[in-house]
């Protein structure tokens, strides 16, 4: 049995997946498997996956017809074999001593799970890195802390700046919500990280996130997501809704769903109900919940738009008159 089984969900990777694998290959701890699941990929990322495969036989290789990266990851948890799951975009890539760290940390901490910062790149550039974790204070923390940092939004949505026992994942026959396209990672991470009872917090980061590369996240707000979006905040609520603080749910429905409202096309806000879960979490939030001058003034700005029953109105101007998201 591997220490760690790293998943990589790929389609029409061609441009990335080789640098994404040998990412993985370089690191020196060895005790791993790769297991990439090929969504149906009509580019060369399906030859360029038998290659590697061929070539290293820690390569577990799973074809399936284009169902998304919710089913893909799925696949991937089915047919794990490690003691800890590492998810991995195939856009991005892992500096050398994640593996052995992570290791390490899990080991002499006794752990079923481990947060880590992440770098952003663009280019050939590492332009930042995400510090959300540096403010949390306490070295481990149980399930329960887990969902309040989350909530508070400490926490990304994301699996891959996470590491998890993989016997977290076996709660249902499908981590992540099939059918969904936006959100459905922020409801895997939810369940399973609930169950944890000692998840390390580390201030390191090694892995490198694209944010130019057109990977699994999108940005373009269609009517799809905006019904996507709206199904994953449900399953959230409703999961974390009867243990934490209305407040504090709705806080992170507020934060979570704002750049979709603002966004999306009124049409479709209106159709799926997500203008009215916003306006709830309006009326529920407090200035004093926003810990961050650019949140406070997006709330003042949004309540003073709302209170003068105006705030529809500059959704239709924004989408009308093309105002600019900077």
Known sequence: MPYFSVIVPVYNAEKYIERCLNSVLSQCFIDYEIIIVNDGSTDSSGNIIECFSKKYSRIIVVNQKNQGVSVARNQGVKVSKGRFIVFLDSDDWLLNGFLEYSAYQIKSNSLDGLLLNYRVGSGKKITSVSRKLDKISSPVIDGEKYIVYFLKGLISNAPWDKVFSRDLYFFSEDVFPEGISVGEDAVAMTRVGQRAKRIGVSNESFLIYMQDTGGITKNKVTNKVISDIKKSIDIIVDDCGRVFSHELVQYMVFRQIFFYVLNGDLKSLKNTGLNLMFYKSLSVVK????????????????????????????????????????
């Open 287 to 326: 200035l004093a919940s926003f810990k961050t001058i650019k949140w406070k003034m997006i709330f003042i700005l949004v309540s003073l738009l709302e209170k003068a029953r105006c705030f529809e109105f500059f959704l239709y101007f924004k989408k009308h008159f093309k105002i600019s998201r900077k």
